[in-house]
């Protein structure tokens, strides 16, 4: 058998590098601004609308049906505008939307907003993640999705540093400021993605990056009924790590200037913790899944999850705060670079966007129930070591689910082959 061949010059740069770091850029405002500086700016929020922690929950809530709606919308509207556009567009749309949280201190009309927001989100994370399936062959497609993967946390690291430092400015309360300031950056970046981002290679007569497979992979258009239980497996895996993650994510900040009676300052350089661990923890998995299946990859990850749950649910335990961040941050990003590596090498590269909107679907239902759950709990016991308790079982179970996942046959020489164990 003839060996697997590098389709780019290592002289230069591929562009699919350039798409990468440019889809890092849009998930910094997608994902890092638009959702996880949410986490920061919720203690003043709170503080200034007076807000329960069922309507925190709430709020978080609107922005994940809204993200729901893209996902829903996405298959239908991908295909015919591109993830240069879509991507673009939806930038605009969350500029728009913080604009608009900006200038009011009305609950039901930051709902509002705060829903377009997640549209806007939803809109910049499905398709540039399935379009990595077009520019990387498997054998680097972990690794590219890790590194977009890292815009989430740059934006985690930046919110951890400049929410506290905001002040009033004229008749603007603080974390109105943080949506002003979020809302131009997001603005920028949307240019600099229309600019630089290209829908496939040929578009600009390229070919993928990585090792070419062995064998030609089938460009299916559509999903199969065959790979309809697959989906709904690899769907529950996502949906059980939406969940646990962002009750973590929503509520981590507000346990710790609570129960664990840290200061505001203090709370946000634990953050920026977080975000500068998680910056590396896509490209790690996405490295390690490239290299041991993502199956394997799926089930460490979970592993390390159910440890950093575990440890934050002993509310009184600092050391076991400091332990779970760190933990967390290092593995935060890694099963939705694993789920989208795992879209694109099992139902392949055409119908990675379909699998991704499905997986994505269930990984958002998740995500608006847990922040509902938790707060409703929280409302009753005080605090929100039980639901931490409760993603920690969450993560036990994923990691068997995982497991019971087939193999897939790698096309990285590097990689090794699961079937042969």
Known sequence: MMPNRRVQKASKIHYAWIVAITGAAAMFCGLGLGR?????????ISASLEL???????????????????????????????????????????????????????FPLLCLFY???????????????????????????????????????I??????????????????????????????????????????????????????????????????????????????????????YGAT????????????VGPYQLSETTAGRLWAWIGLLSAFSGMLFGWISDRIGRRLGLALAFFVL?????????????????????????VVWSVPVIMSAAAGDYFGPAAAASALAALTFAFSSGQALGPIAAGYIAEITGDFSISYMASGIGAIIAIGLALLLRPQRSNNPMCLNENSK
């Open 115 to 153: 829903t377009l927001t997640g549209i806007g989100s939803g809109g910049v994370v499905l398709p540039m993640m399935s379009v990595m399936s077009h520019w990387f062959f498997p054998s680097h497609r972990g690794l590219a999705l890790g590194l977009v993967m890292a815009g989430p946390g």
């Open 36 to 44: 996880f500086a949410f986490g920061m700016l919720l203690p003043s």
């Open 245 to 256: 993650y962002m009750t973590y994510v929503t509520f981590i900040v507000t346990s710790m």
């Open 52 to 106: 329960s922690y069922s309507q925190s929950g709430l709020l978080g809530f609107a922005n994940l049906i809204g993200y729901l709606i893209a996902v829903v919308l996405s298959p239908i509207i991908l295909p015919r505008l591109g993830t240069r556009v879509t991507t673009t567009v939806s930038l605009l749309l969350i500029t728009t939307s913080m604009l608009g949280m900006a200038f009011t201190t009305s």
């Open 306 to 330: 159910a440890i950093a749950y575990f440890l934050v649910s002993l509310s009184d335990w600092v050391l076991g705060l400091y332990l779970s961040i760190a933990l967390f941050g290092a």
């Open 155 to 240: 934006g985690i690291i930046f919110s951890g540093f400049i929410v506290p430092k905001l002040l009033p400015v004229f008749d603007l309360l603080s974390w109105q400021t943080g949506w002003l300031i979020f809302a131009f950056l997001s603005f920028i970046i949307a240019g600099i993605s229309f600019a630089l981002i290209r829908n496939h290679p040929d578009d600009i007569s390229s070919t993928p990056f990585g090792y070419a497979p062995n064998s030609p992979v089938k460009r299916k258009t559509k999903l199969e009924r065959d790979n309809v239980k697959l989906l709904v497996h690899l769907g529950v895996i996502f949906a059980i």
